[in-house]
């Protein structure tokens, strides 16, 4: 039996899992336009040619497979070779030979792969926890201890495929008969992925009563946890009071909140972070900043962004509530960062510095570094919580001596040598403690297209997939964009949105549209920009982070990699910390009065039409409901007055109808609480919030746009 037939078991579903439906949809255009080639057939592998890239499949299933291309993310390429295979279907001479390491291999089925269930239960346990580390079974555990618990998951066969259908994932997870535990396929985050399939083989093995023994460590470890991490009576004390509080600030009304209630949720801020619940404390500490500038009057905050926050905090408290074991371990967050000191050396080069400010006062710099050895990149944090300190600014943290013994403007020049790195989760860089060597270097030609080929989007198709299967993923917001440029436009001026505009394009003429908006952050920025781009420089890589803006995602770009005009040098270019006057020839006052004066007509002119094509599109869920429903919720908390009007009831049945013709019945219903309860009930109404908020994260549209979809 040729092993190429596991490749005819991928339906459209689960190639639709693995990467997405707009994926698939480009792959089936490049059959259509014949860009599709088998070149080699051999016993090992299959290779194809597949509009200009290579694609190698191999006898472990789509999980294995890979391609030539530079997408981080699963290609359109390797789809296309699956898709096409299953139209020409090959046969080899002699099949693969199977391996004894069932975890990874595929499985030689005496039955054509027909049976995923049975083929599953042959997995040998202890051959799978070398594979998948310590880390995972225990985290594997506690799933499948939480599964059992809730009787959370739910298992099909449809053919030879499996679909197991469990919690932290909503589409099922989909197991091809053939393929071994490597070709099992999920959405889930890769950091999740090898932990969640152990608990669904688990789960499958304990369904059947099939024998597995879980390593006597962990099971010891889970014992003690499940012990130990319970709410005290205490916290539960503590929870029941800031809930109370929450009570108190809406029946008081958002509009007239005072100091006395911002001092005690200081206390409780205080009292959450003795009784280990840091991520509580948090979120006190932030609804504790946001009272005090609505006290002040200040006109950043507004009565929505207080009511957002309490139904969050709402929601986190039930969730403690109703957790134990790891989720309640994960729920209640760490208490500090925790650094560790590492006997070695990183070889580091400049990414990029990025200067941020939140709403809440907290202010700082974070700045990043690419490490060539391992292709990853690592950061550090230099912040303060208010504005208490008058030394910390923009322009004084990039020449002080704050950064390893360093200035930021010198190491981010330069490549270096970092001696005994501090680190913490997530390539987090203790910014004390260390010290460095500067090279006399820093990016090279080699270095930068190496980085260029390995990370990053050349296509801004791929783009769009990735930001549309990170649309609920918090991380998205933390990460760092590479956006490899092909082509780009002038900078023109967005009237209606009230930002610069900076259109780039990649080999294809897809548009992507990376606005920075007229702010105090952001000035600096297009003052930099729109001068960088005057000059003869080539700009090559701009590094940009996500960000939401009302129903928009939006690209904010904060550096830049050119190539110098004369010296043809890659230098790279920090839009939040470098002055207009490094790309100035004739750095004379004339030139400087001219400029701003140029500046200060864009930012006042009501008359310039842009040039690049922005379409406004109104998203009927934004625009009908997540909208209307906060500014009614607002108008209800900030008076304090907690009766519906007759007018409020309308608006909450048109509200109901619309909800009921998009779909949307768990709001609907939970709009219709509202009018049921005279005077309202304060749950109902965080309730409603909080849903908004989780419609409002999913519901975007991005700045990109597509040739081959207009």
Same mark, same amino acid.
């Given at each position: 039996?040729?092993?190429?037939?596991?490749?005819?078991?991928?339906?459209?579903?689960?190639?639709?899992?693995?990467?997405?439906?707009?994926?698939?949809?480009?792959?089936?255009?490049?059959?259509?336009?014949?860009?599709?080639?088998?070149?080699?057939?051999?016993?090992?592998?299959?290779?194809?040619?597949?509009?200009?890239?290579?694609?190698?499949?191999?006898?472990?299933?789509?999980?294995?497979?890979?391609?030539?291309?530079?997408?981080?993310?699963?290609?359109?390429?390797?789809?296309?070779?699956?898709?096409?295979?299953?139209?020409?279907?090959?046969?080899?001479?002699?099949?693969?030979?199977?391996?004894?390491?069932?975890?990874?291999?595929?499985?030689?089925?005496?039955?054509?792969?027909?049976?995923?269930?049975?083929?599953?239960?042959?997995?040998?346990?202890?051959?799978?926890?070398?594979?998948?580390?310590?880390?995972?079974?225990?985290?594997?555990?506690?799933?499948?201890?939480?599964?059992?618990?809730?009787?959370?998951?739910?298992?099909?066969?449809?053919?030879?495929?499996?679909?197991?259908?469990?919690?932290?994932?909503?589409?099922?997870?989909?197991?091809?008969?053939?393929?071994?535990?490597?070709?099992?396929?999920?959405?889930?985050?890769?950091?999740?992925?090898?932990?969640?399939?152990?608990?669904?083989?688990?789960?499958?093995?304990?369904?059947?009563?099939?024998?597995?023994?879980?390593?006597?460590?962990?099971?010891?470890?889970?014992?003690?946890?499940?012990?130990?991490?319970?709410?005290?009576?205490?916290?539960?004390?503590?929870?029941?009071?800031?809930?109370?509080?929450?009570?108190?600030?809406?029946?008081?009304?958002?509009?007239?909140?005072?100091?006395?209630?911002?001092?005690?949720?200081?206390?409780?801020?205080?009292?959450?972070?003795?009784?280990?619940?840091?991520?509580?404390?948090?979120?006190?500490?932030?609804?504790?900043?946001?009272?005090?500038?609505?006290?002040?009057?200040?006109?950043?905050?507004?009565?929505?962004?207080?009511?957002?926050?309490?139904?969050?905090?709402?929601?986190?408290?039930?969730?403690?509530?109703?957790?134990?074991?790891?989720?309640?371990?994960?729920?209640?967050? *760490?208490?500090?960062?925790?650094?560790?000191?590492? *006997?070695?050396?990183?070889?580091?080069?400049?990414?990029?510095?990025?200067?941020?400010?939140?709403?809440?006062?907290?202010?700082?710099?974070?700045?990043?570094?690419?490490?060539?050895?391992? *292709?990853?990149?690592?950061?550090?944090?230099?912040?303060?919580?208010?504005?208490?300190?008058?030394?910390?600014?923009?322009?004084?943290?990039?020449?002080?001596?704050?950064?390893?013994?360093?200035?930021?403007?010198?190491?981010?020049?330069?490549?270096?040598?970092?001696?005994?790195?501090?680190?913490?989760?997530?390539?987090?860089?203790?910014?004390?403690?260390?010290?460095?060597?500067?090279?006399?270097?820093?990016?090279?030609?080699?270095?930068?297209?190496?980085?260029?080929?390995?990370?990053?989007?050349?296509?801004?198709?791929?783009?769009?997939?990735?930001?549309?299967?990170?649309?609920?993923?918090?991380?998205?917001?933390?990460?760092?964009?590479?956006?490899?440029?092909?082509?780009?436009?002038?900078?023109?001026?967005?009237?209606?949105?009230?930002?610069?505009?900076?259109?780039?394009?990649?080999?294809?003429?897809?548009?992507?549209?990376?606005?920075?908006?007229?702010?105090?952050?952001?000035?600096?920025?297009?003052?930099?920009?729109?001068?960088?781009?005057?000059?003869?420089?080539?700009?090559?890589?701009?590094?940009?982070?996500?960000?939401?803006?009302?129903?928009?995602?939006?690209?904010?770009?904060?550096?830049?990699?050119?190539?110098?005009?004369?010296?043809?040098?890659?230098?790279?270019?920090?839009?939040?910390?470098? *002055?207009?006057?490094?790309?100035?020839?004739?750095?004379?006052?004339?030139?400087?009065?001219?400029?701003?004066?140029?500046?200060?007509?864009?930012?006042?002119?009501?008359?310039?039409?842009?040039?690049?094509?922005?379409?406004?599109?109104?998203?009927?869920?934004?625009?009908?409901?997540?909208?209307?429903?906060?500014?009614?919720?607002?108008?209800?908390?900030?008076?304090?007055?907690?009766?519906?009007?007759?007018?409020?009831?309308?608006?909450?049945?048109?509200?109901?109808?619309?909800?009921?013709?998009?779909?949307?019945?768990?709001?609907?219903?939970?709009?219709?609480?509202?009018?049921?309860?005279?005077?309202?009930?304060?749950?109902?109404?965080?309730?409603?919030?909080?849903?908004?908020?989780?419609?409002?994260?999913?519901?975007?549209?991005?700045?990109?746009?597509?040739?081959?979809?207009?």
């Amino acid at each position: 039996m040729s092993w190429s037939q596991i490749y005819l078991n991928y339906d459209q579903d689960a190639l639709a899992v693995y990467a997405n439906v707009g994926v698939i949809r480009r792959a089936l255009k490049d059959i259509q336009a014949n860009k599709v080639k088998l070149i080699e057939h051999q016993q090992s592998h299959l290779l194809f040619e597949v509009d200009s890239q290579q694609v190698k499949l191999t006898p472990q299933g789509i999980q294995t497979a890979n391609c030539s291309c530079p997408a981080s993310e699963h290609c359109k390429h390797i789809i296309a070779a699956v898709l096409w295979l299953q139209e020409n279907p090959v046969i080899d001479q002699v099949a693969a030979k199977p391996n004894s390491d069932t975890s990874n291999q595929p499985i030689e089925s005496s039955n054509h792969y027909s049976d995923p269930l049975a083929e599953l239960l042959t997995i040998d346990s202890s051959q799978l926890f070398k594979t998948v580390g310590k880390a995972n079974i225990r985290l594997a555990y506690q799933l499948l201890f939480d599964w059992l618990q809730n009787d959370a998951v739910s298992v099909q066969t449809q053919g030879v495929q499996l679909r197991i259908q469990v919690p932290l994932s909503t589409t099922p997870i989909i197991y091809t008969a053939g393929t071994g535990f490597a070709g099992i396929i999920s959405e889930l985050p890769d950091k999740q992925k090898q932990a969640v399939h152990l608990a669904v083989i688990a789960y499958l093995f304990q369904q059947n009563q099939k024998s597995w023994q879980w390593p006597d460590q962990i099971i010891t470890e889970h014992q003690q946890n499940n012990q130990q991490d319970q709410l005290s009576d205490d916290e539960i004390l503590l929870i029941k009071q800031v809930q109370s509080q929450i009570n108190s600030l809406i029946e008081h009304g958002l509009s007239h909140v005072s100091k006395s209630q911002s001092n005690q949720l200081q206390l409780l801020n205080m009292s959450a972070r003795a009784q280990g619940l840091p991520m509580l404390a948090a979120m006190l500490r932030q609804i504790c900043q946001l009272i005090e500038l609505q006290v002040n009057r200040h006109f950043s905050i507004e009565e929505q962004d207080i009511l957002l926050l309490l139904a969050r905090l709402t929601a986190h408290l039930q969730i403690l509530l109703n957790s134990h074991g790891q989720q309640l371990t994960d729920m209640r967050g *760490n208490q500090k960062r925790q650094y560790q000191t590492k *006997n070695q050396t990183l070889d580091l080069l400049p990414l990029g510095g990025y200067w941020w400010q939140s709403k809440t006062g907290a202010q700082g710099a974070t700045f990043y570094f690419w490490q060539p050895e391992d *292709n990853q990149y690592y950061q550090t944090t230099i912040a303060r919580p208010n504005n208490a300190d008058i030394n910390f600014y923009r322009e004084a943290i990039w020449q002080t001596v704050c950064l390893w013994q360093s200035m930021p403007n010198m190491l981010m020049k330069r490549g270096f040598t970092l001696h005994n790195p501090r680190l913490a989760d997530g390539n987090n860089l203790s910014a004390l403690g260390s010290n460095v060597t500067i090279k006399k270097t820093g990016w090279s030609d080699q270095d930068y297209q190496v980085f260029r080929t390995t990370n990053g989007f050349h296509d801004w198709a791929e783009l769009s997939d990735y930001l549309q299967k990170n649309d609920v993923n918090d991380s998205l917001f933390d990460n760092i964009l590479a956006i490899h440029i092909t082509n780009s436009q002038k900078p023109e001026l967005d009237e209606i949105r009230q930002c610069l505009v900076w259109c780039i394009k990649d080999n294809k003429n897809n548009q992507l549209q990376l606005r920075l908006f007229w702010d105090g952050i952001d000035e600096q920025r297009i003052r930099i920009l729109n001068c960088f781009l005057k000059t003869e420089h080539k700009p090559l890589t701009v590094l940009v982070k996500c960000i939401k803006n009302d129903n928009n995602l939006d690209l904010e770009p904060f550096a830049l990699f050119y190539q110098e005009s004369q010296t043809k040098q890659i230098n790279l270019l920090f839009l939040d910390f470098d *002055n207009e006057s490094l790309f100035v020839r004739n750095n004379t006052p004339k030139f400087f009065e001219k400029f701003n004066h140029l500046f200060e007509k864009l930012k006042l002119s009501n008359k310039k039409k842009l040039n690049t094509q922005i379409a406004y599109q109104q998203d009927p869920i934004a625009t009908y409901i997540i909208k209307p429903t906060l500014t009614l919720l607002e108008a209800i908390t900030s008076s304090g007055r907690l009766v519906l009007s007759s007018s409020d009831k309308q608006k909450i049945e048109v509200l109901q109808f619309h909800c009921n013709s998009l779909g949307l019945t768990t709001l609907s219903h939970t709009l219709n609480k509202l009018t049921q309860n005279q005077p309202l009930k304060i749950d109902h109404i965080l309730q409603t919030a909080y849903l908004c908020h989780l419609m409002s994260k999913t519901h975007y549209q991005l700045p990109i746009v597509l040739m081959d979809e207009l």
